[in-house]
């Protein structure tokens, strides 16, 4: 039998690296406190998967991660998770470079991991909460205990995750107060891939809306952060792609409570010439039908609805009683629609947390600093990337290294 390994969590990272130690001949245990493997990665893309993405680079990573991101994606980048999805039997399908397993199912993912465990003869416990990990250094033997035992292993790849995601997925953050307590630094954590309610009182729709549009994020003049991508409008707040990528450039400031204001282009599409010959078009239709009448076919009519209310006209307003300027004004809004910020939706809203442990912590193999056989990966780990597959790839980048290293 080849090394004793014990991986703390069976999400992405965990069942990665388990995969990549017992196909090396590993005896390979998981501790997972949850009742099944993966909760978390079935849940990702909307119940697709977006496993990965074909642009791939470290630029895609926090600054904190850019650099070491660039080693370990050049050890295991996209073929690599290719070939690795292929060797589990899920092919992959790329929409626009976006990669998502071909059954557009993240249930088969999980499944073909739960396979392939099985088919390695993988140990796995659940329903068991690891408490700390214990180094014996003498005897180079790790002591595991959980919520119910303890157990020894030769190495112990640490792959707990984070605290995002629903209630379901136990994201509660465990590893920080066990990597902590075996001398990791923790830099602070945000959640990162979120959206935003908005200040009481402002205009947003009774029910969701979306549209594509350019965000633009302000803390005074300052622009913190700029995206294009399809806006989702709710009843409280902003969220959907742009607002999520841009989130880890300003979440420190909404936790402070500094005054972010957000400015909304619904007709980034138009550059300004156009979108100027466009309103002075739609101004020869000035008669007498509504407002509301004018707008129709214009935008969304729940677009329009919250510009009539933003401007605090009257919907049944005849069009010749409103001025040219006024007009304008009413266009104007629609690219510069203004809200103000209050709070995040929080961890359980969020896709990653930002901060973690610290990567000075952490050796290219994923090794820790004098803790020889002892490997953290994923998530828990201080790299968050963008939407888009980029998470994901961190949790196979790190786990097949982790789990390659630790059977050696
Ligand atoms: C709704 C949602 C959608 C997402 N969609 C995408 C997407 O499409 N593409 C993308 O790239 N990323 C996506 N992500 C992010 C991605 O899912 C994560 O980055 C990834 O799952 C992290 O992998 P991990 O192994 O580090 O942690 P996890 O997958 O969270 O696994 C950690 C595991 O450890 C277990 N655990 C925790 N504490 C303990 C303990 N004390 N003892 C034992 N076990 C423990 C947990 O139960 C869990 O099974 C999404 C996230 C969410 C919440």
């Not at 069976?10 to 001949?25: E, T, W």
């Not at 626009?96 to 999980?110: H, N």
């Not at 605290?163 to 001398?183: E, H, N, P, V």
Request: with cysteine; net charge negative; hydrophobic share 35%.
């Amino acid at each position: 039998m080849g090394r004793k390994i014990i991986v703390v969590g069976g999400g992405a990272s965990g069942m990665c690296a388990a995969i990549y130690a017992a196909r090396n001949g590993a005896d390979v245990t998981i501790i997972e406190k949850n009742t099944q493997l993966g909760k978390k990665l079935s849940m990702t893309g909307n119940g697709r998967c977006n496993l990965s993405n074909l642009d791939m680079s470290e630029k895609m990573y926090n600054p904190a991660a850019e650099n070491r991101m660039k080693q370990w994606l050049s050890v295991y980048g996209v073929l690599d998770v290719i070939n690795f999805f292929k060797s589990l039997g899920i092919i992959i399908k790329s929409e626009d470079g976006y990669l998502y397993p071909i059954s557009g199912q993240a249930s088969t993912v999980v499944s073909a991991f739960e396979n392939e465990l099985k088919r390695l003869g993988v140990n796995i416990i659940f329903g068991e909460q690891v408490k700390s990990i214990e180094e014996n250094k003498e005897e180079h033997i790790y002591k595991v205990v959980t919520s119910k035992n303890y157990y020894f292993a030769d190495r112990v790849i640490v792959a707990i995750g984070s605290l995002s995601g629903a209630k379901s997925t136990m994201s509660t953050g465990d590893g920080y107060y066990i990597c902590q307590k075996l001398g990791m630094t923790i830099k602070d954590t945000h959640p990162a891939l979120v959206g935003f309610k908005c200040e009481e009182g402002e205009i947003l729709p009774e029910a969701g809306v979306r549209s594509t549009a350019e965000v633009s994020f302000y803390l005074g003049n300052e622009e913190l952060a700029k995206e294009y991508g399809e806006l989702q409008l709710t009843k409280d707040g902003i969220s959907g792609i742009p607002v999520m990528q841009a989130s880890s450039k300003i979440i420190k400031f909404v936790e402070e409570k500094k005054p972010i204001t957000v400015s909304i282009n619904f007709f980034a599409d138009y550059d300004e010439d156009d979108y100027l010959s466009l309103c002075k078009e739609m101004l020869q239709l000035r008669d007498d039908r509504t407002l509301e009448e004018f707008l129709n076919g214009f935008h969304n009519s729940y677009i329009n609805d919250l510009i009539i209310r933003k401007m605090k006209m009257g919907r049944s307003m005849k069009m010749k009683n409103i001025s040219e300027s006024m007009v304008m004004s009413i266009f104007d809004s629609y690219r510069n629609f203004k809200l103000k910020l209050s709070d995040s939706y929080g961890y359980q809203a969020s896709q990653v947390t930002a901060g973690g442990v610290s990567l000075g912590n952490i050796r290219d193999d994923m090794t820790v600093k004098d803790h020889d056989g002892l490997f953290v990966v994923g998530e828990l780990l201080d790299v968050d990337g963008r939407c888009g597959g980029y998470n994901l790839q961190w949790a196979w980048t790190s786990g097949s290294i982790a789990g390659t290293v630790a059977s050696l």
